[in-house]
Nanobody, 121 residues
Framework: QVQLVESGGGMVQAGGSLRLSCAAA????????MGWFRQAPGKEREFVAG????????YYANSVKGRCVISRNNAKNTVYLQMNSLNTEDTAVYCC??????????????WGQGTQVTVSS
């Protein structure tokens, strides 16, 4: 069984930054692509960023491109999301997810519980 535990969320003013972390328990973290998703109140869950098993390929939603950086440390079984220039539209619950394969295709197989990010104006 894979467990994903997010941390690093909180409240920040517009223009500020946050770094989210997702620690994975279980085997073979380094064999799978990882991603971050978010869900704002009353909205569908949306993809934010993804990273291949070796960190060699990263992908971003247009809404965060240029403001966020996803990275991973396979030795620590952890994936990160550095978010800069935050605005109120970034307010959401952010969840990390483990994909089924080394690359990002198909839907994630495992999900974390999420961490709340609130951006105030």
């Amino acid at each position: 069984q894979v467990q994903l535990v997010e941390s690093g969320g909180g409240m920040v003013q517009a223009g500020g930054s946050l770094r989210l972390s997702c620690a994975a328990a279980g085997r073979s973290f380094s064999s799978y692509a990882m991603g971050w998703f978010r869900q704002a109140p009353g909205k569908e869950r949306e993809f934010v960023a993804g990273i291949s098993w070796d960190g060699g390929r990263t992908y971003y939603a247009n809404s965060v491109k240029g403001r966020c950086v996803i990275s991973r440390n396979n030795a620590k079984n952890t994936v990160y999301l550095q978010m800069n220039s935050l605005n109120t539209e970034d307010t959401a619950v952010y969840c990390c997810a483990r994909f089924r394969y080394t690359e990002i295709r198909d839907s994630p197989l495992y999900w974390g519980q999420g961490t709340q990010v609130t951006v105030s104006s």
